[in-house]
T-cell receptor
Framework: QKEVEQDPGPLSVPEGAIVSLNCTYS??????FMWYRQYSRKGPELLMY????GNKEDGRFTAQVDKSSKYISLFIRDSQPSDSATYLC????????????FGSGTRLLVRP | SQTIHQWPATLVQPVGSPLSLECTVE??????LYWYRQAAGRGLQLLFY??????ISSEVPQNLSASRPQDRQFILSSKKLLLSDSGFYLC????????????????FGPGTRLTVL
């Protein structure tokens, strides 16, 4: 079993839809959770960073962490064609902060 | 602000040839530096990380090596490339504990796409 599981997609939605992207994990020691966006043939770009459980909002993006279920989510409101990209979740332990464990990414396509 | 550079952007090399990929970071001191490989449709595999000049930790035994000759320079090398070395190579940096910030918040460069034929 992988430490971090992420549905590869592709996930295709119409413009304006609310998008929900998710990751599950098995290591209860993970404390830091991140979401990266990666456009085709580009490096990943940090979108959201959260510590422990709870929600964090930034514009159209909301990151949610449920440590009891070992489940994290990224919600995108009013999705735009420019949101079409691969979204990677990443997480790390308190004492091993050099080592981010990444999901394999979910490809999102927002149709105009 | 901080900037990370990688070059070359694209590289096509024959099997058995050497490799040198370079990464430099601007606008910060004593960063932690990382090399990742991303195979098509797969996640990021951490290859090496460095917390200081000359300090390299290898995560995956393989045909590659890394060096950090200067504080903000990180080099990925191979003496003889294999077909399996093809992939998208990403360099990343994070703040060190001395500089403050979250050491696990990593910022990525634009990547080098390597094709070994």
């Amino acid at each position: 079993q992988k430490e971090v599981e992420q549905d590869p997609g592709p996930l295709s939605v119409p413009e304006g839809a609310i998008v929900s992207l998710n990751c599950t994990y098995s290591n209860s020691a993970f404390q830091y959770f991140m979401w990266y966006r990666q456009y085709s043939r580009k490096g990943p770009e940090l979108l959201m960073y959260t510590y422990s459980s709870g929600n964090k909002e930034d514009g159209r993006f909301t990151a949610q962490v449920d440590k009891s279920s070992k489940y994290i989510s990224l919600f995108i409101r009013d999705s735009q064609p420019s949101d079409s990209a691969t979204y990677l979740c990443a997480m790390s332990e308190m004492d091993s902060s050099y080592k981010l464990i990444f999901g394999s990414g979910t490809r999102l396509l927002v149709r105009p | 602000s901080q900037t990370i550079h990688q070059w070359p952007a694209t590289l096509v090399q024959p099997v058995g040839s050497p490799l040198s990929l370079e990464c430099t970071v601007e606008g910060t001191s004593n960063p932690n530096l990382y090399w990742y490989r991303q195979a098509a449709g797969r996640g990021l595999q951490l290859l090496f990380y460095s917390v200081g000049i000359g300090q390299i930790s290898s995560e995956v035994p393989q045909n590659l090596s890394a060096s950090r000759p200067q504080d903000r320079q990180f080099i990925l090398s191979s003496k003889k490339l294999l077909l399996s070395d093809s992939g998208f190579y990403l360099c990343a940096w994070s703040p060190s504990g001395l500089a403050g910030g979250h050491t696990d918040t990593q910022y990525f460069g634009p990547g080098t796409r390597l094709t070994v034929l």
